[in-house]
């Protein structure tokens, strides 16, 4: 046995051991590594340790190895573990949420586990899926088949499959700052207002309002999310026409990536998120100008799930749009210190 890794405990790791080997509920291999240090410690060789301990001389070896190398609570814990490889693809996952979401086989009622696990090895390469593996597929995307009010999407066909493997791929690169990967969408906002002032929360009570309103119209938001870095931009605006779109692709190419040679923006499949709104708003140079450094990148149709800016409006709609908002002044206050403050955390979609 390599005896390299000598233990010499200081006082305060002495008591922290004794404390945790005297009471209170603790997994069982970290007591033992716990009495395995104390041994050590205490001059007791490998030998006498995997006897009185009752543990294999690798379980010594490796439990020294890591308090020397690293520290008491590394010694103590559980090495992370790889596990085994998921044994579907991020493609074939996403091919298996939109089965999952389609018609049902004729004379069928429903998508059952074995019917999609069926259903998927006919799709793919895989010579058998197990009905756990499909299970924790779905689950993973709370998706329940068996539920009558899901949101189900049409048939998948080759178009559905090229346009959703494509954003998939982009998705899948590499980040590059030279040709960076933008999710764009928008979200209509209903301003309303205060007929008469909420009553503050106190202690034992509910902050209250009154169930009258106000309408003050109506505003949009576009929102744009790097894929590859913790960047998100909110754009409030009155409309959302093909005016607007070009001027957020123009803002998208001189402001946010000024530097970057090619933008890829994926985006969904409304009539106005296309080449031609550049054209109707700008003169024919300055459209072919920001055309030449903008790829779109379309989802499939009835499929604006697949874009990943969907998830981020999700997030801006709960933490931030989850009250009464009375005009467009504080709705722009409002989504730029939200934006501000997610940027600054680092969050990302995954």
């Given at each position: 046995?390599?005896?390299?890794?000598?233990?010499?405990?200081?006082?305060?790791?002495?008591d922290?051991?004794?404390?945790?080997?005297?009471?209170?509920?603790?997994?069982?291999?970290?007591l033992?590594?716990?009495?395995?240090?104390?041994?050590?410690?205490?001059?007791?060789?490998?030998?006498?340790?995997?006897?009185?301990?009752?543990?294999?001389?690798?379980?010594?070896?490796?439990?020294?190895?890591?308090?020397?190398?690293?520290?008491?609570?590394?010694a103590?814990?559980?090495?992370?573990?790889?596990g085994?490889?998921?044994?579907?693809?991020?493609k074939?996952?996403?091919?298996?949420?939109?089965?999952?979401?389609?018609?049902?086989?004729?004379?069928?009622?429903?998508?059952?586990?074995?019917?999609?696990a069926?259903?998927?090895?006919?799709?793919?390469?895989?010579?058998s899926?197990?009905?756990?593996?499909?299970?924790?597929?779905?689950?993973?995307?709370?998706?329940?088949?068996?539920?009558?009010?899901?949101?189900?999407?049409?048939?998948?066909?080759?178009?559905?499959?090229?346009?959703?493997?494509?954003?998939?791929?982009?998705?899948?690169?590499?980040?590059?700052?030279?040709?960076?990967?933008?999710?764009?969408?928008?979200?209509?906002?209903?301003?309303?207002?205060?007929v008469?002032?909420?009553?503050?929360?106190?202690?034992?009570?509910?902050?209250?309002?009154?169930?009258?309103?106000?309408?003050?119209?109506?505003?949009?938001?576009?929102v744009?999310?790097?894929?590859?870095?913790?960047?998100?931009?909110?754009?409030?605006?009155?409309s959302?026409?093909?005016?607007?779109?070009?001027?957020?692709?123009?803002?998208?190419?001189?402001?946010?990536?000024?530097?970057?040679?090619?933008?890829?923006?994926?985006?969904?499949?409304?009539?106005?998120?296309?080449?031609?709104?550049?054209?109707?708003?700008?003169?024919?140079?300055?459209?072919?100008?920001?055309?030449?450094?903008?790829?779109?990148?379309?989802?499939?149709?009835?499929?604006s799930?697949?874009?990943m800016?969907?998830?981020?409006?999700?997030?801006?709609?709960?933490?931030?749009?989850?009250?009464?908002?009375e005009?467009?002044?504080?709705?722009?206050?409002?989504?730029?210190?939200?934006?501000?403050?997610?940027?600054?955390?680092?969050?990302?979609?995954?």
């Open positions: 046995m390599n005896v390299r890794y000598r233990v010499e405990l200081n006082q305060c790791e002495r922290g051991l004794t404390a945790l080997l005297s009471g209170g509920k603790h997994a069982a291999r970290r033992k590594r716990a009495q395995i240090l104390l041994a050590a410690d205490a001059g007791a060789s490998d030998e006498d340790i995997v006897r009185d301990v009752g543990v294999g001389g690798s379980t010594v070896y490796r439990t020294k190895r890591r308090f020397v190398l690293g520290n008491l609570e590394a103590l814990s559980e090495e992370p573990r790889p085994a490889k998921r044994k579907l693809s991020s074939e996952q996403a091919l298996l949420v939109a089965t999952a979401c389609s018609k049902p086989p004729a004379g069928r009622a429903r998508w059952t586990l074995e019917l999609l069926g259903e998927l090895v006919r799709l793919t390469e895989h010579a899926i197990s009905r756990e593996t499909v299970r924790r597929r779905l689950a993973e995307n709370d998706l329940k088949p068996w539920r009558k009010d899901m949101w189900c999407i049409p048939q998948v066909d080759a178009e559905y499959v090229a346009r959703m493997e494509d954003v998939l791929d982009l998705y899948a690169e590499a980040p590059d700052p030279n040709r960076p990967v933008v999710c764009f969408d928008e979200s209509p906002i209903q301003l309303i207002g205060e008469r002032a909420p009553i503050p929360p106190k202690p034992s009570q509910l902050e209250r309002y009154d169930c009258e309103y106000k309408r003050n119209g109506t505003a949009n938001l576009f744009f999310l790097d894929v590859h870095r913790p960047w998100r931009k909110v754009k409030v605006t009155a959302r026409t093909a005016v607007d779109f070009a001027a957020c692709m123009r803002d998208l190419a001189d402001v946010h990536f000024p530097e970057a040679a090619r933008i890829r923006v994926v985006l969904d499949n409304l009539s106005t998120h296309s080449a031609g709104a550049l054209y109707q708003t700008f003169p024919a140079e300055e459209a072919r100008r920001l055309l030449r450094r903008l790829e779109f990148h379309y989802v499939p149709k009835h499929a799930w697949l874009n800016v969907e998830i981020e409006i999700g997030v801006l709609a709960t933490q931030c749009l989850d009250r009464r908002i005009s467009i002044k504080q709705l722009v206050a409002e989504t730029a210190v939200w934006e501000q403050w997610r940027n600054a955390a680092g969050n990302r979609v995954k």
